[in-house]
């Protein structure tokens, strides 16, 4: 028998429904920091990050979103992203894509009813202005530090592993999380030398993919 079978790398385990988490932000350099700290609280807590900038099949990207948030029982919707200066429209993607998740976990679909979502903000008070219809929602506000994210994100998805497995699975505190992502970070040269990228180009929007699967094997080898 030949073992040629035996140097085929193994299929990573399918990700369950209940522990996909779509992540709706803006996607530039400027919230890039935010989004990386996001991505990595959600591993750390156990859960799968989900978004449409890591789809490449080709699929208009609107059909890519809608495609993730069926198949993510969790969002993450930051809908901070206000004109920079005088004259400048606001990012209006990201609460449209925080409405759509809402219209389909209201819709009356029973595999939708269960969706659960949080909501950020990059200041208090702020929302009532630009999406009013969440007030009662209460967006958590992380003011553009990567630090308040990871807590935000840690509270929200601690809940839902209370409800999932209750005392059996439970996620560990902001200040863990915010540590143990600084370690990866240092550690980070090493690993992308390992793969043959550049510490520049890891941490860019183009290599998002390749980063979320550094942070997803660094966490697996340190659980």
């Known amino acids: 028998m030949s073992d040629k079978s ?3 790398k ?4 399918a990700v369950s429904y209940h522990r996909r988490v779509f992540i709706n932000c803006p996607f530039d350099n400027d919230y890039l920091p935010l989004l990386q ?3 990595f609280a959600v591993i750390d807590c156990g859960f799968s990050p989900r978004l449409a900038i890591q789809e490449v099949n080709g699929r208009l990207r609107l059909e890519k979103m809608i495609a993730l948030m069926r198949d993510s029982r969790l969002s993450i919707h930051d809908i901070s992203r206000l004109p920079a200066g005088p004259g400048e429209l606001p990012r209006f993607n990201m609460p449209f894509e925080c409405g759509l998740f809402i219209g389909l976990k209201e819709s009356g679909a029973e595999e939708h009813r269960d969706k659960q979502f949080l909501v950020l903000d990059a200041a208090a008070h702020q929302h009532q202005k630009t999406m009013s ?3 009662g929602l209460d967006p958590k506000v992380h003011g553009n530090d990567p630090r308040k994210v990871i807590d935000a994100v840690r509270h929200f998805l ?3 592993l209370r409800r999932q497995t209750p005392r ?10 915010w540590q143990r992502y ?3 970070l240092g550690e980070l040269h090493a690993a992308v030398t390992r793969v043959k990228l550049t510490a520049s180009e ?17 966490i697996k080898l340190r659980p």
């Open 6 to 8: 035996a140097s085929v």
């Open 182 to 184: 600084q370690r990866f």
């Open 158 to 160: 601690a809940s839902e």
């Open 202 to 218: 890891i941490l860019s929007f183009d290599y998002l993919s390749d980063l979320i699967e550094l942070m997803a094997e660094w």
């Open 133 to 135: 219809d969440v007030a």
């Open 10 to 13: 193994p299929k990573p385990a």
């Open 168 to 177: 059996q699975e439970t996620a560990p505190g902001g200040a863990s999380i």
């Open 37 to 39: 700290a996001i991505a």
